[in-house]
């Protein structure tokens, strides 16, 4: 998928461990921005009693998503959609379409997606500019894992392999361009939006420079 000739256009890419506010920023910057739109994930995992289909996930069955990645619309193992990647024993996947017509438009598109999500994206969309949130510290990210309140000793046990494993991940696979370290909310968002708003106009400004 070639990039968007719009040169408002831009895929952005945010991911992190859980737990570690992801989803409160990647909602807090499509609020501040107006020309943003928040891409909606298929997902074979079981819809949260918090989680409103078609809003949050759209909720599929193992079935539909065969059919959706065997679609002959699309490039062999991946059909309608962008990206896909297995999360916790479940699959998660980016549906292609309304990415390309929102980035057509000159959009800012954002994407909440994982690691394996982010490799896949930044090989085939040239411009995805992806930013990785951390948390200040691991005591701080087990914390906040146990103040969730959601699981068991075994499984934050668990998450919390995960999320090292995770940011190790993506520190060596070269995908993201920006670390932000969620030390405090407010202050990460304002960094967020910032770099969005910069990378932004610099691309505008490459656009209609000289010779052009
Ligand atoms: P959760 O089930 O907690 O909502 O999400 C689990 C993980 O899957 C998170 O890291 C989230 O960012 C990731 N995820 C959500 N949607 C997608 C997607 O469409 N593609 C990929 N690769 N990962 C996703």
Redesign the pocket.
């Known amino acids: 998928m070639r990039h968007a000739a719009n040169p408002s256009a831009m895929l952005l890419i945010v ?4 737990g570690v506010g ?2 409160t920023i990647t909602r807090a910057i499509h609020e501040s921005v107006p020309d943003s739109w928040l ?1 909606v ?3 074979t ?1 079981a819809q949260g009693p918090q989680e409103t289909d078609g809003v ?2 759209r909720f599929i069955t193992e079935e539909q998503f065969d059919a959706l990645i065997a679609d002959p619309s699309g490039p062999p193992g991946l059909g309608k959609l962008l ?3 297995g ?2 024993g ?1 699959r ?3 549906p292609r379409e309304p990415v390309e017509q929102h980035l057509a438009r000159g959009c800012l598109v954002i ?4 690691v ?3 490799i ?1 994206i930044k090989q085939r969309v040239p411009g995805a500019f992806a930013i990785f949130i951390m948390p200040p510290s691991e005591e701080e990210l087990m914390d906040r894992l146990r103040r969730r309140g959601r699981d068991g000793d075994e499984a934050i046990r668990k998450r919390f392999a995960a999320a090292q494993r ?1 940011m190790q991940e993506a520190r060596s696979c070269g995908a993201y361009d920006v670390f932000l370290v969620n030390d405090d909310l407010e202050r990460t968002v304002k960094q967020a939006l910032r770099i969005v708003d910069e990378e932004r106009a610099l691309r505008r400004e490459r656009a209609s420079g000289p010779g052009t």
């Open positions: 991911s992190g461990p859980s992801k989803t891409s994930s298929v997902t995992r949050h996930y990206e896909h990647a999360v916790y479940r998660y996947g980016t994407l909440e997606i994982d394996q999500g982010a896949q995770e």
